[in-house]
């Protein structure tokens, strides 16, 4: 792996399949209404105070997105898997939402701007990473965010170092927050490493 670039793993993992059970995980289907709590409590620390256009990638069966539009942030969820989007639009009917099919690397999302792009769980399974940073970040308005859910597990993951640092050519301004010390996120007690990074644009 060359230096500076972030290690990544080639899954294969049929994300349609994964769907029927996705939500049984405590922090993906925030079912148990003290971790949607404790999830819904720190997305208010790392999403500005006034609903924007919010842009969820990798969004899943919608959850975050579901907290997000909760807030009164737009959504617009992406997933690659169209029975993750279809559960997706099920879970955030009659929020206003937009769930779209397609790749979280470079979504279909062509000549539209948003306040905050958030990603958990995604960034470590891409390809190319830094590429897709990069136009994320090209998707952003000016003082908009970058919000990255992220961590290292069973071996498979990103070090905040390593997305801290791909980070560096695009902003100074990344704040990093451990959540692996509330067990309230994940239905219990964690040893791994999990983390969030809020990364800031600078209004031009």
Same mark, same amino acid.
Request: proline share 6%; aromatic share 6%; net charge negative.
């Given at each position: 792996?060359?230096?500076?670039? @972030?290690?990544t793993?080639?899954?294969? @993992?049929?994300?349609?399949?994964?769907a029927?059970?996705? !939500?049984? !995980?405590?922090? &993906?289907g925030?079912?148990?209404?003290?971790?949607?709590?404790?999830?819904?409590? &720190?997305?208010?620390? $790392?999403l500005?105070d006034?609903?924007?256009d919010?842009?969820d990638?990798?969004?899943?069966?919608?959850?975050?997105?579901?907290?997000?539009?909760?807030r009164? &942030?737009?959504?617009?969820?992406?997933?690659?898997?169209?029975?993750?989007t279809?559960?997706?639009r099920?879970?955030?009917?009659?929020?206003?939402?937009?769930?779209?099919?397609?790749?979280?690397?470079?979504?279909?999302?062509?000549?539209?701007?948003?306040?905050?792009?958030?990603?958990?769980?995604?960034? $470590?399974?891409l390809?190319?990473?830094?590429?897709?940073?990069?136009h994320w $970040?090209?998707?952003?308005?000016?003082?908009?965010?970058?919000v990255?859910?992220?961590?290292?597990?069973g071996?498979?993951?990103?070090?905040?170092?390593?997305?801290?640092?791909?980070?560096?050519?695009l902003?100074?301004?990344?704040?990093?927050?451990?959540?692996s010390?509330?067990?309230?996120?994940?239905?219990?007690?964690? !040893? !791994?490493?999990?983390?969030?990074?809020v990364?800031?644009?600078?209004?031009?």
């Amino acid at each position: 792996m060359a230096s500076g670039t @972030i290690g990544t793993m080639n899954l294969d @993992i049929d994300w349609d399949e994964a769907a029927a059970t996705f !939500d049984e !995980d405590p922090d &993906h289907g925030l079912l148990d209404p003290l971790v949607r709590a404790a999830w819904d409590e &720190h997305l208010a620390g $790392w999403l500005p105070d006034r609903a924007g256009d919010l842009l969820d990638l990798g969004c899943g069966t919608g959850s975050l997105s579901l907290l997000a539009a909760g807030r009164g &942030h737009r959504v617009t969820a992406v997933d690659l898997s169209p029975r993750m989007t279809e559960l997706a639009r099920a879970k955030l009917a009659g929020t206003g939402a937009e769930v779209l099919t397609g790749d979280a690397a470079k979504p279909p999302v062509e000549g539209r701007a948003f306040d905050v792009v958030l990603a958990r769980h995604v960034v $470590w399974t891409l390809p190319d990473p830094e590429a897709a940073l990069r136009h994320w $970040w090209s998707l952003l308005r000016p003082a908009g965010r970058l919000v990255l859910v992220e961590g290292v597990w069973g071996g498979a993951g990103i070090p905040a170092e390593r997305l801290l640092s791909a980070l560096a050519p695009l902003t100074a301004a990344a704040r990093y927050e451990r959540l692996s010390g509330d067990p309230r996120l994940w239905g219990r007690a964690v !040893d !791994d490493e999990r983390y969030v990074v809020v990364a800031a644009a600078v209004a031009g």
